[in-house]
């Protein structure tokens, strides 16, 4: 076997096209915009994946797609090889792959935590034990075990979206789509998030798809993907990724803070690395350019 033959994929887009379309109040189309334009993308089971990209790239679109609240105007969409046009494989899609959103008030249905993480299974109809053991499992899992007959109304953002979280893992997912989680919490928040969907991914082998306009979070991901008018125009390592400054900065995005004062520095003549993501390898750098001399 060949290396990379073993990896399994769980989404496969080929050519998928997406267009919106605006109506005119006699119900005739008005103007059309094309949102996915032929895009290719495969990712592989247990990936971390960030994707990136100023705003009307088109990332909500595709979340949306991979969850199959939008089905393509053309090309495929697969997930784990169920095609996302098929309207038989809706059910299998959303129990494979769980959508997080941006705002957690919309996604809390319940008055009790427990209650909400419940949600998901009871409605398919899954037997009470196998229930309780799964809410048990989840809210545990994104550590809000102290919280579980909380009301969540008086929960931090943050804890809110480790709820919304947790609701999506007691469907047993093997995959989680998150469409801007942090963009509406506090820094105390935002880390909560992020280090609970990186502790699914070590700890549970979930794959997971980061949506985010914060250069920081795409940091330790496995993959960064970068997405521009509807198509996918970068696609490597996040250290590969950001330290092509000048290219991100076309696309209107930022970098790492400390990628931006690397390639400044570079720019001045010093001789240093712009593959610098963290402040201690800036550290780690700036004690080496003296032997460098
Ligand atoms: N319901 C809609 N009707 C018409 N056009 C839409 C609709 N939703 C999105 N669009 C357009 O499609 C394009 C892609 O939108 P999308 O929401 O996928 O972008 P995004 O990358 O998620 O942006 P953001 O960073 O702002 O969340 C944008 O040009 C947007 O204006
Ligand atoms: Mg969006």
Known sequence: MKAGEDMEK??????????????????????????????????????????????????????????AILHPTGGTLLIKGMDVK???????????????????????????????????????GIEPKEIRKRVDESINAVQMAEYMTHSPNLLSGGQKQRIAIAGVLAMKPECIILDEPTAMLDPVGRKEVLETIYRLNKKENITIIHITHYMEEAIKA??????????IVMDDTPRKIFSQVEKLKELGLDVPQVTELAFYMQKQGINISTEILTIEEMVDEIWQLNSRK
Do not use: C
């Not at 005119?24 to 990936?47: F, P, T, V, Y």
């Not at 959303?94 to 957690?104: C, E, I, K, L």
């Not at 496995?222 to 198509?231: A, E, N, P, S, T």
């Open 222 to 231: 496995d993959r960064v993907v970068v997405m521009d008018r509807g198509k």
């Open 86 to 124: 098929d309207q038989k494989n809706l059910w299998d899609i959303r129990q494979t792959a769980g959508m997080v959103f941006q705002n957690p008030d919309n996604q809390i249905i319940a008055a009790i935590v427990e209650e909400d993480v419940a949600f998901g299974p009871e409605n398919l």
């Open 10 to 67: 769980i989404i496969t887009s080929k050519g998928l096209i997406y267009e919106y379309y605006t109506h005119n109040d006699k119900g005739e189309i008005e103007s059309k915009h094309r949102a996915l334009d032929e895009l290719n993308l495969e990712i592989q089971k247990g990936q971390f994946v960030v994707i990136l990209g100023h705003n009307g790239s088109g990332k909500s679109t595709l979340a949306k797609h991979m969850n």
